[in-house]
């Protein structure tokens, strides 16, 4: 099925093809017709699927049809649990956008940054996308008003609500209006989720598409028992015994993804660290340097990984193990994507044995271990 065939314009279709996308993945083929129908929906499917081309293009397009609205006065809002994420899906909207006839404005707004850049931002908005807590703060300076939304999306409204933005999303909802289209879109369907589903949305279109083993079968995951001291010293060997150009380090917290780079930079490896504590300028930089091919090793916690999408990284190393493995499959899932195989290296000291062998029934695969400590 082409994208000719999903009701969108020639000056999209000729954008898509610009960007070399030819084919619309599953998740796109279903929503983006419901949307350009102005129907609610609820999409639920892995990350790396497509959801955010299949909702921005219909938008778009349905956007144009809206203009001559009040100044501040948004017409498309869609809020996102983290900073990096609210970027990323600002520049799909950027990216698309221009060969469009009109000229639509997209503004991201989130905090860890001066807020009156975003105030003086706003004039002729039409798309905003925005953390909850900023978007609140910018509402009560009268920066931006919500009485014209006429469509709202919550992207990864599952990791939303596990962040605990549940009464912040309470108050947004209260300021907008009752007539709108609302679009969730979500990697797993929680109770939570379920619960403002059936609040939020009116006889929605329900998309459900999950399919991670299949994006799994991409990856060639390996797991190397290594005690905690030698974590370090064998993470240096794999990058340079590998000649690894572009890798992803997950590490379980802050202080441990600072060490990690520290001891990186000492032994001559260029490494960057994306985390809660770091400013925006500073996580953009390094997320930007290492998209780019720039910056060789990048080192994250599990939240800052909502706004790597990377379609052909070739390297994902897990410094230590995540608690869920729902959140290790999305770990490893930054690679193996856009049809492109990738490589999954998990670090497991004997006290995490148990546990992965844990992460590998629920994954329902078998993980191939060696003995490192003899390697080195």
């Avoid at 520290?262 to 809660?276: C, P, T, V, W």
């Avoid at 994507?337 to 004997?350: H, K, M, P, T």
Wanted: no cysteine; hydrophobic share 45%.
């Amino acid at each position: 099925m082409p994208f000719t065939s999903l009701g969108l314009s020639p000056a999209l279709t000729k954008a898509l093809v610009d960007q070399n996308f030819t084919v619309p993945t599953p998740i796109q083929q279903s929503v983006i017709p419901a949307i350009l129908a102005h129907k609610d929906v609820l999409a639920i499917a892995k990350t790396g699927s497509g959801k955010t081309a299949s909702y921005v293009l219909p938008l778009l397009m349905n956007v144009q049809k809206t203009f001559g609205q009040k100044n501040r006065h948004a017409n498309v809002l869609v809020l996102v649990p983290t900073r990096e994420l609210a970027e990323q899906v600002k520049n799909v909207f950027i990216t698309f956008s221009q060969p469009l006839p009109e000229s639509i404005k997209t503004l991201a707004v989130y905090g860890g940054v001066s807020i009156n850049p975003q105030m003086m931002a706003m004039q002729g908005i039409n798309i905003l996308v925005a953390t909850p807590g900023r978007l609140l703060e910018l509402v009560a300076s009268n920066a931006v008003h919500l009485s014209a939304i006429e469509t709202l999306v919550l992207d990864e409204a599952d990791k939303m609500l596990n962040l605990g933005f549940k009464e912040e999303l309470n108050k947004i909802l209260s300021l907008l209006p009752e007539k709108r289209q609302n679009i969730l879109l979500s990697a797993t369907l929680s109770k939570d989720l379920q619960h403002i589903h059936q609040i939020l949305l009116h006889d929605p279109v329900v998309i459900k598409i999950e399919a991670e083993e299949e994006s799994l079968d991409l990856i060639n995951q390996v797991a190397y028992i290594v005690s905690e001291e030698k974590k370090g010293p064998f993470l240096r060997y794999l990058i340079n015994h590998h000649d690894m150009k572009q890798v992803l380090v997950f590490a379980s917290s802050v202080h441990q993804a600072d060490a990690i780079v520290n001891k990186l930079r000492k032994n001559n490896i260029d490494a960057k660290a994306i985390h809660s504590k770091k400013s925006q300028g500073a996580r953009t930089e390094a997320l930007q340097h290492f998209k780019s091919g720039k910056l060789r090793v990048l080192v994250a916690t599990d939240l800052m990984a909502r706004g790597i999408d990377i379609n052909f990284l070739p390297f994902v190393i897990n410094y230590e193990l995540p608690r869920s493995p729902k959140d290790y499959v999305h770990r490893i899932g930054r690679t193996g994507r856009a049809e492109a195989a990738g490589d999954a290296i998990s670090l497991v000291s004997q006290q995490e044995l148990h546990h992965f062998e844990v992460i590998q029934k629920k994954m329902g695969k078998k993980v191939n271990l060696i003995d490192g400590e003899n390697i080195l």
